[in-house]
C-alpha cells in the first residue's frame, strides 16, 4: 500500500501562484510515476501533470507554461508549483502515484482562484 498525503491549496488571485505538495509513503519502491490530477464541480477528473521515472513530464495544454511539477526522491515529494493562475484552475487537486496494475490516490486539496 502506499499513502500519498497532499497539502498546499487554499485561495489565490488570478495571476498569483500556490505550490502544491505530495508526499508518499508506505511500499514505494515499485511507483514509477507520479503525478498531479484536477477535478472541478461538474467535470471529470483531468491530468495536470505526470512525470514517469526517467523521462519527462507531461502537462495539460491548459496548464502548459504555468505549472511546473518537480520530484524530490531522497524526500518521496513531489510538488506543482502553479504560476499565472487562472480562475479557471478551480478545482480539487489530487495527487496520484503509479506502479504496474495500480494508481494510488491522495485525499485531494482545493485551489480557488478568484478574479
Known amino acids: 500500500q502506499v499513502q500519498l498525503v497532499e497539502s498546499g491549496g487554499g485561495l489565490a488571485q488570478a495571476g498569483g501562484s500556490l505550490r502544491l505538495s505530495c508526499a508518499a509513503s508506505?511500499?514505494?519502491?515499485?511507483?514509477?510515476?507520479m503525478g498531479w490530477y484536477r477535478q472541478a464541480p461538474g467535470k471529470q477528473r483531468e491530468l495536470v501533470a505526470r512525470n514517469t521515472r526517467g523521462t519527462s513530464t507531461n502537462y495539460s495544454d491548459s496548464v502548459k507554461g504555468r505549472f511546473t511539477l518537480s520530484r524530490d526522491n531522497a524526500k518521496n515529494t513531489v510538488y506543482l508549483q502553479m504560476n499565472s493562475l487562472k480562475p479557471e484552475d478551480t478545482a480539487v487537486y489530487y495527487c496520484?502515484?503509479?506502479?504496474?496494475?495500480?494508481?494510488?490516490w491522495g485525499q485531494g486539496t482545493q485551489v480557488t482562484v478568484s478574479s
Open positions: 508506505g511500499s514505494i519502491v515499485d511507483i514509477n510515476a
Open positions: 496520484a502515484a503509479d506502479e504496474v496494475g495500480r494508481r494510488y
